[in-house]
Structure formats: structure tokens, C-alpha cells
């Protein structure tokens, strides 16, 4: 079949609320240009207060845009025009676009008023809220654009930021390293995301959303069926890179060395909810074979992923695997088709998570303290703040952190009366609806239970106990005396957060979802009504996670405990860089050593070639050295030699002239008396 | 071999000898000396082929104005004993050579060239018939000889007397 | 009566000693002498040439000529050689370069 031409999408005016959008869209962009240029030459505090008073402006202007909206309404435009192509761009504004837009900017709101504390004396600083600005900017791009290549565009953008952020402190080497590694994953799947748009522009003819759900609702295009499927497959792989799925995922955890409010702000709302809110997008274009792929491969991350958070110390990696496995679970749900229950978790999530990372970074914050203090008592610690190892019993020391703690734990593991609890229901249930996905939803619930475990054991050794950081160093006793609660502007974003991981903030309903009040769209009826049996199921499963954590943890051996060789495994991310590194690496590099054995047999034969010319070159040169020159300057020497021997004959004597006429003479006769003969 | 082959090659040999003497010699006056013994060895030479006034006048003319004047020569170039004597001569080979290469063109394409004459020496005295040739049939070369003598010496006179003009408006300007 | 060959060889030789004295010697007496000599050669030559000629005696006259003109050479030559002398102060050839071009 024959590409189809191009397709010119109708231009649609612009509505009111449009422009706001569009304002919301460029206030980052503003403060981005704005506060990159002028760097270090405005005080940190201005800064602070720019930025954050900015994304407080977009949350406000984001919540108006939401609550006016009620149907969607699509504006498009002209973007450029090349011959008879036309390229437009669109921007759509749906509950769901604007839902999402009050989720990252309310996120945004939070992490840059916890920043203003938490960055305040760091390293680089001046360079840290433009960079935020670039990432929210671009991801509310993504959000509102109806054109794939524009979402590109800003997709490309957030790789950009993310890995920016992620080598914030590039000073040190895992860092530098981590944003490297993060780039590279997240563009080896890009790669696929572009071959995706070339196939859908060039079967379909427009890449306007909208327009391509029309298209291919009312079956008006046939594409082959090798085609349909290439496009799908492209697209999920693009968004297992960005959305950190297996075996894509292992980037995620290195990104924990950027700093934490980043952290908090890329796993709660703008990085891996890209892929995701794409996937949404992009619904319709998966076709059922890729469905079962999604839902298979979110399992095995979830899976994969709670048991690697098993055996971690680092507090800030915990939270990340989690983040990989919940984002599993949320692939799971677009796998069974029930996006609103994949957008669900995605919101839901994006609050407990941004509430966990801060009140970790928190205790983390309070760590650096101390470690910065007794540093100016010349005492230098050695350690790793990140290590839940060393922390405890900060409990009564930072209770607001800890309860802040608390409230997103609930929600992540799923008590009731928690937003976790809801979301993971609904996606439970639609996993259960299908009686082929079996195995997955078994492995699902096994997650559940995992994730109880880790958390609780995260919880433990955090905030309960005593501090062992103090138990370890004794100069830092005197420093434990001294904890207490942090800034009110990171505890203010502590409290919003925990707060918003109360199921009526999105449900009166404690025990389903089916009335999403702020989401302004009914869930389809799945969660309660469809089994009494898989709330308790999932409870209880919690439950023993968590019982089971409880009385482990306190058994753990933190330090030299049997290695056995499963665990080593896992710590090493299932071997999936090793697998990239014989798969792709070593390949690559054996291919290319080939070719330089290659290069150098044909360098060789060039060589040889020219060996050959510069061999002739000589004896060309020596034939016309010795050969021509010589038989020249064989002439040029005789005629010197007989110039010279007449010339010494004219030197002014009488007796030269003489000889001369004498011997010419002599010749004469000899010829003359020859002739007599 | 007959008394007059004996005195020819004795009378060869002393003017070859002699020549060779002045060829060798750094004496000028030696080499003086040499030449009055080689030019009397001529005149000899004249006599033993018959002509015995060419000897005569061979004797009276070289001996008696040539080797006088070049006495004279001698006596006037004289600047000091260290100069009296001449130094090493240059490049002799080549210089000899020339003469050598005349010497074999005369050898190998001349005296095969030659008639024989074989007359043996019969007759007496030419003195008579000399000088009757002179004053009838060569007279006129007899004149021109005597007018080119005058030349030579008008001219030689004046060539001398030009340095004695130069020699007084030196000594003026002095 | 003396072959005529051994005349020519004589002369020959003296003359091929006179060319050499003018040739090799840097004392223009000497040079002087070296033309007597070659001269003398010549004369050599004519005189055994007119050995058998009785009539003419062509090759006596030509002689008489000859030192006549030797002569007039030595006188001339030795009027040149005061000048030269007193111009150059030498008679040495060697130092005589004057007919060089440059």
C-alpha cells in the first residue's frame, strides 16, 4: 500500500482560556530566560522567590483553566509551511490535560518551596531553578500539545532537563555519571519514538491527535497490519525509556544522585509521568498485541523492581524502585485498556511519591547538617547521608517529617482511607476482569505485598530506633542533642502532601473510585463492585508486608550479612547492564574492531600502493639522476674542463697566448702536410 | 764515419748542449754564456754545409751586436741578486709538451716529405758566387734589408728616447 | 757531404729547445734567448736545405735574411724590455698580466 499524501488538519480559533493556557505554558520559559542569564548576579533569596512565585502564579491560572473547562475544546494553528505541507500545532484542553496541569504544577508549587530551603547553600545554585523552570515548561508542553511532533519536541526537551538536573552537582563523578547513563537510555528509546512519528506521518498523514483518533476510530485509513503494529511497538518502547520500564528502568536509580527536590519532582510529575501520559495519549493507537506486551512487562518491572528495593540502604533508591514498580503497575492498567485507572494511579502516586521524596529529603537535609557541623569542628565524616543505616529515632526528633512520612507510606503500600488504596484497587480489578492476565495480576499482588515489606523496613530504620549515625560516631552526639524540625517552607510542603494522600481528597467513597471529584471524569465502574474479595485480599497482603518487615527489620544484619549470590544478582539490576553491554556494547565494539582490522588491511594495500609509487618515484628519480643528470652534467663538466682549460691558457700572459697559437700552429701543419701525403 | 759527420755531431751536440744549458739554467749570465757557445756551434754548422759567409756573419752579427745587446739587456734589468736569479718556472709540462708535438709533426708528416739529395759535398768555396748574387740578382732584397735595418733602428731609438722624456718631466715634476 | 735529414733534426731539436725556453722560462731575457734559438733553427734548415744548390744559393740568402731580421728583433725586443722594465719595474712574466681582459 502507498503512504498516503499529507493531510491538512483544519485550523481551529483559539479560545479564551487558551491563551491562559498558553501563559501557563510560557511563564517557565520566562523565568527559565530570565534567571539563566542573569545567573549569580540577583541574590539566591530573589531567585527563589521569582521562580516559586511564578509556579504559584501558573498553579492558580492552572486551576482556573481547569475548573472553567468542560468539554474539550482543541484550538489549532499554523506552525509552518513548507511547499504543500503544512504543519500545524495543537493544544487540547480536557479534564484530562487540565487535571494533569494543576497535578504538575500543584508538584511544582511544592518542590520549589521546599527548594528554597533545601538549596539553599548548595553548590550551583543559581543554575538549579532555571533548569526547573525548563523542566516544567517542557512537560506541561507535552501535556497540552495535540501534535506528536510537538510532544517530541518537548519530549526531547524534558530528556534535556532531566539530565541537566540529574548532573546538577556534575562536580562529583556518579553524578556526572548518573545524568550520562539516564541520557543515553532515555535516547536509545527516543530513537524509537522517532521512527514511530516518521511511520504515523507517513501512513496516516498528520500526527494532530485528535484528528488521528477520528482517523482511525471511523477506519477511514488501512494501514497493514505490520505497519500498525511497528507503530505501537515503537511507541511503548519510546516510553518504557522515559517512563523507566524493564529493561529500560535501570537509569532511575543512578538518577537518585541528583538532588532530592529534583528527585521528587521527576518521579512525582514530570519525567517518567511523561511516558505514561503519552501511552494515554496515544491510547488508541495500540493495537491488542501490544496490550498483553504492556500489561507482561509492567508486572515483571513491578515485580522486578519491589524486589531489588528489598536489599537497599539507600534511602533516596528505595523510593525510586518504588517509583519503577508503581509506574509498572500503571502500564499494567493501559495494558488492560483502563487508562483513566493508569491516569488515576499516575495522579495519585504523583502526590504520595513527591510527599515520600520530601520528607526523605527531609531526614536527609537534617543529615547533611551534621555532617556539615561537624565538619566545621574539623571532624569529617566519612559517610553516606543517603544511608538508612545511619539514621533512626528521628521520629521524635522530626515529627512533622515523620508523619508526613507516614501518611505517603500509607497511601504507596494501600491502607484504606489512603488515595493509594483507591487507585491500586482500580487496577487490580481491571486486571482481574481478564482472566489471561492471571499471572500478571498474581504477580501484581505479590508487589503489593513486597512494597509493604520494603516500606516498612525504609520506615523502621529511618525514623525509628535510635541514631545510629551517633552510635557509630560519638563526636556526633552532641550534634543528635541539636535536631530539630526543619524550615517551615520544607515543612509546609511536607503538610500539603500528606494531606492530599487522604482518599477524600479524591473520593468521598473510602473504598471506591468511582466519583473522582477534582478529576472531573467518572472512572469506569471497576474497583468495590466488581469483588468484595480483592480489597481484603490486598489488605491482608499488605498486612503480612508489613507485620513481616516488622519483626525482620529489627533482625536485619545492616552491615556483613551472608552475600548469597540472588541477592548479588539483584544489586546488579538483574544484569540488564551487562546484557546492554554483550548485546549491544561488546558487539559494537567487536564490529568496530573488525572494521579497524578491516581499515588497516585496506590501509595496508594503500600503503603498499603507495610504497609502490614512492619505489618508482626513486628509481624514476635515479634514473634521472645518475642517468640524465649525469649524462648533462657529463656535458656540462667537459665543456667546463675544456672551458677551463682554455680559459687558464687566457690569463694575461704572453707566454699563454704563445703556447695557444703554438699549438694551433702545430695543428695546421699537421693537417696541411697530411694533405701533402 | 768520415771527419766531417764527426765534427757535424760534435758541433750539434755543442749547440744542442748548450740550448739545453740555457733552457736549465738560472744564471742569466750563464745563460749568456750558453747562447755564445750555441750560436758559434751554428756558425759551425753554417761552415760544414758550405756557406761560410753566412758563418761569418752569423758570428760578427749574433755575437757581436745580438749577444752584446742582450749583455746590455742583462746589465740594465739588474735589480738584486735575489732577483737576478730566476725563480721556479710555471707549469712546465704542458709548456713542453708544445715543442714536442712540433717536433713529432716535423718527424712523422715532414721528412718523409723530403727528397734526397745524396750530391756529395764537391765543390769548393760559394764566397765568390755569394757575393756576386748579393749585388746583382738579390739586390734588391740587400736594400730592403738595409732599409728595414734603418727603420729598426729609428724606431728602437725612438722607443729609448720616450723614456728618456719620461724620466726628465718626471724628474721636472719632482 | 752531411744528409740533409740530419740537418733537419738538429734543427729540430734546437728549435723545439728555443720554443720551450719562450714557453717555460719567466725571464723575458730568457725568452729573449729562446727566439735567437729558434731562429737559429730556422737558419739551420735553410743552410742544410741549399747544401746542393750552387747556382742560386736561394736558401743562404734567405738565411742572411733571417739574421738580419734576428737583429732587428734583438734590438727591438730589447728597446721593449727597458721600457717594460722601467713601466713595471719587473721582467718577470708572471707579473706581467696586462693583456689579461679583466
Redesign the interface.
Known amino acids: 500500500m502507498n503512504p498516503l499524501q499529507h493531510t491538512d488538519p483544519m485550523l481551529l480559533p483559539a479560545h479564551f482560556l487558551h491563551s491562559v493556557a498558553l501563559t501557563i505554558f510560557f511563564l517557565p520559559v520566562l523565568t527559565f530566560v530570565i534567571l539563566f542569564f542573569t545567573g549569580k548576579h540577583i541574590s539566591t533569596s530573589w531567585r527563589s522567590w521569582l521562580a516559586t512565585s511564578v509556579v504559584g502564579l501558573m498553579f492558580i491560572l492552572s486551576l482556573y483553566v481547569h475548573l472553567s473547562v468542560d468539554v474539550p475544546i482543541i484550538a489549532r494553528w499554523s506552525w509552518f509551511s513548507m511547499g504543500t505541507l503544512h504543519m500545524t500545532s495543537g493544544m487540547v484542553l480536557s479534564s484530562f490535560t487540565t487535571s494533569m496541569l494543576v497535578v504538575v504544577t500543584a508538584i511544582a508549587l511544592m518542590v520549589h518551596l521546599y527548594s528554597m530551603e533545601y538549596m539553599k547553600d548548595r553548590r550551583n545554585h543559581s543554575k538549579f531553578f532555571p533548569y526547573l523552570a525548563l523542566f516544567i515548561s517542557a512537560m506541561i508542553g507535552i501535556i497540552l500539545s495535540d501534535s506528536l511532533f510537538n510532544i517530541f519536541i518537548f519530549w526531547e526537551l524534558v530528556g534535556l532537563a532531566s539530565y541537566l538536573l540529574i548532573g546538577f552537582w556534575y562536580q562529583k563523578k556518579e553524578a556526572a555519571a548518573a545524568a550520562k547513563k539516564a541520557f543515553l537510555y532515555n535516547k536509545a528509546a527516543d530513537t524509537a519514538f522517532v521512527i514511530a512519528l516518521g511511520l504515523i506521518f507517513t501512513y496516516y498523514g498528520t500526527t494532530e491527535l485528535t484528528l488521528l483518533r477520528t482517523l482511525i476510530s471511523s477506519s477511514s485509513i488501512l494501514v497493514p497490519t505490520g505497519i500498525a503494529i511497528s507503530i505501537a511497538v515503537l511507541l511503548v518502547l519510546s516510553t518504557f525509556g522515559k517512563s523507566a520500564q524493564f529493561p529500560f528502568y535501570v537509569w532511575l536509580p543512578d538518577a537518585m544522585e541528583g538532588p532530592t527536590p529534583v528527585s521528587a519532582l521527576l518521579h512525582a510529575a514530570t519525567m517518567v509521568a511523561a511516558g505514561i501520559l503519552v501511552l494515554i495519549k496515544c491510547d488508541f493507537l495500540l493495537v491488542e498485541q501490544m496490550r498483553w506486551v504492556l500489561v507482561w512487562t509492567g508486572a515483571i518491572t513491578a515485580l522486578l523492581a519491589a524486589i531489588q528495593a528489598i536489599r537497599c540502604y539507600d534511602s533516596k533508591k528505595i523510593l525510586a524502585f518504588s517509583t519503577v514498580s508503581q509506574i509498572g503497575y500503571m502500564m499494567m492498567a493501559i495494558g488492560t485498556g483502563n487508562t483513566s485507572a493508569a491516569y488515576f494511579h499516575l495522579g495519585t502516586h504523583a502526590f504520595f511519591k513527591a510527599g515520600l521524596f520530601l520528607s526523605v529529603g527531609a531526614v536527609i537535609h537534617t543529615m547533611h547538617h551534621i555532617q556539615q557541623n561537624s565538619f566545621k569542628n574539623k571532624i569529617y565524616l566519612e559517610v553516606d547521608t543517603l544511608d538508612i543505616r545511619l539514621m533512626g529515632g528521628f521520629r521524635k526528633t522530626m515529627p512533622i517529617a515523620f508523619y508526613a512520612y507516614v501518611a505517603c507510606y500509607a497511601a504507596l503500600i494501600g491502607i484504606p482511607f489512603f488515595t493509594g488504596f483507591l487507585s491500586k484497587e482500580t487496577i487490580l480489578a481491571s486486571l482481574l476482569q481478564n482472566p489471561t492476565y492471571s499471572i500478571p495480576f498474581g504477580m501484581a499482588l505479590t508487589t503489593v505485598g513486597i512494597t509493604a515489606y520494603y516500606m516498612t523496613r525504609q520506615l523502621y530504620w529511618m525514623f525509628l530506633g535510635d541514631f545510629r549515625l551517633a552510635a557509630l560516631y560519638p563526636s556526633c552526639k552532641e550534634e543528635q542533642r541539636k535536631i530539630k524540625e526543619n524550615h517551615w517552607l520544607i515543612n509546609i510542603p511536607l503538610i500539603v502532601l500528606a494531606c492530599t494522600t487522604l482518599s477524600f481528597f479524591v473520593s468521598f467513597h473510602p473504598f471506591h473510585a468511582s466519583d473522582i471529584h477534582w478529576m472531573k471524569a467518572p472512572l469506569p465502574i471497576v474497583g468495590g463492585s466488581t469483588s468484595i474479595y480483592l480489597p481484603i485480599a490486598s489488605i491482608s497482603i499488605t498486612l503480612i508486608g508489613v507485620l513481616l518487615a516488622w519483626s525482620m527489620a529489627s533482625k536485619e544484619q545492616l552491615y556483613n550479612w551472608k552475600q548469597y549470590w540472588f541477592w548479588t544478582f539483584v544489586q546488579q539490576n538483574y544484569g540488564i547492564e551487562k546484557a546492554v553491554q554483550f548485546v549491544f556494547i561488546i558487539p559494537s565494539f567487536l564490529i568496530a574492531r573488525g572494521l579497524t582490522y578491516l581499515d588497516k588491511i585496506i590501509d595496508m594495500w594503500v600503503n603498499a600502493q603507495a610504497y609502490l609509487a614512492v619505489l618508482l618515484a626513486h628509481i624514476v628519480y635515479a634514473i634521472d639522476r645518475f642517468l640524465i643528470e649525469g649524462v648533462l652534467k657529463g656535458i656540462v663538466f667537459l665543456i667546463r674542463i675544456v672551458g677551463s682549460s682554455f680559459r687558464s691558457l687566457i690569463q694575461g700572459q704572453v707566454q699563454s697566448y704563445i703556447s695557444t697559437t703554438l699549438i694551433v700552429l702545430a695543428l695546421m701543419f699537421w693537417w696541411y702536410l697530411r694533405q701533402l701525403h | 764515419m768520415s771527419n766531417?759527420?764527426f765534427f757535424?755531431i760534435f758541433f750539434?751536440v755543442q749547440?744542442?748542449g748548450s740550448?739545453?744549458v740555457?733552457?736549465f739554467t738560472r744564471n742569466?749570465m750563464y745563460?749568456?754564456t750558453a747562447?755564445l757557445s750555441?750560436?758559434l756551434g751554428?756558425a759551425a754548422?753554417?761552415v760544414?754545409?758550405?756557406?761560410d759567409?753566412?758563418g761569418v756573419?752569423?758570428i760578427i752579427?749574433?755575437i757581436g751586436?745580438?749577444l752584446v745587446?742582450?749583455l746590455?739587456?742583462?746589465m740594465?734589468?739588474y735589480q738584486s741578486p735575489k732577483?737576478y736569479q730566476?725563480?721556479i718556472?710555471?707549469k712546465?709540462s704542458?709548456?713542453?709538451l708544445?715543442?714536442?708535438?712540433?717536433?713529432l709533426?716535423?718527424?712523422v708528416?715532414?721528412?718523409?716529405?723530403?727528397p734526397?739529395?745524396?750530391?756529395?759535398?764537391q765543390?769548393a768555396s760559394?764566397v765568390e758566387?755569394?757575393g756576386m748574387?748579393?749585388l746583382t740578382?738579390?739586390l734588391p732584397?740587400f736594400e730592403w734589408?738595409g732599409f728595414?735595418?734603418l727603420v729598426?733602428?729609428i724606431?728602437?731609438g725612438w722607443?729609448?728616447s720616450?723614456?728618456v722624456q719620461?724620466d726628465k718631466s718626471k724628474g721636472e715634476q719632482v | 757531404m752531411i744528409p740533409i735529414t740530419l740537418y733537419f733534426i738538429v734543427g729540430a731539436v734546437l728549435f723545439a729547445i728555443g720554443t720551450t725556453i719562450v714557453l717555460v722560462r719567466r725571464n723575458v731575457l730568457f725568452v729573449l734567448m729562446g727566439i735567437e734559438l729558434i731562429l737559429n733553427a730556422a737558419s739551420i734548415n735553410f743552410v742544410g736545405a741549399s747544401q746542393g744548390d750552387y747556382i742560386k744559393l736561394s736558401g743562404q740568402m734567405m738565411t742572411l735574411l733571417i739574421i738580419v731580421i734576428a737583429a732587428c728583433e734583438a734590438v727591438v725586443a730589447l728597446a721593449i724590455i727597458m721600457v717594460l722594465f722601467k713601466k713595471a719595474g719587473s721582467v718577470d712574466l708572471m707579473e706581467l698580466k696586462k693583456l689579461k681582459e679583466f
Not at chain 2, 708544445?98 to 717536433?103: D, S
Not at chain 2, 734526397?116 to 759535398?121: A, F, K, L, R
Open positions: 766531417i759527420l757535424f750539434s749547440t744542442i740550448a739545453v740555457i733552457l742569466v745563460a749568456v747562447l750555441s750560436l751554428v754548422l753554417f760544414l754545409a758550405g756557406a759567409v753566412l756573419i752569423q752579427v749574433y751586436g745580438v745587446l742582450t746590455f739587456g742583462v740594465y734589468t732577483r730566476e725563480s718556472p710555471h712546465k704542458v709548456f713542453i708544445i715543442p714536442l708535438l712540433f717536433v709533426v716535423l718527424l708528416q715532414a721528412l718523409p716529405l723530403l734526397m739529395i745524396d750530391d756529395p759535398y765543390h760559394k758566387v755569394t748574387l748579393w740578382e738579390y732584397i734589408i728595414l735595418l729598426v733602428l724606431g728602437a722607443i729609448g720616450t723614456l719620461e
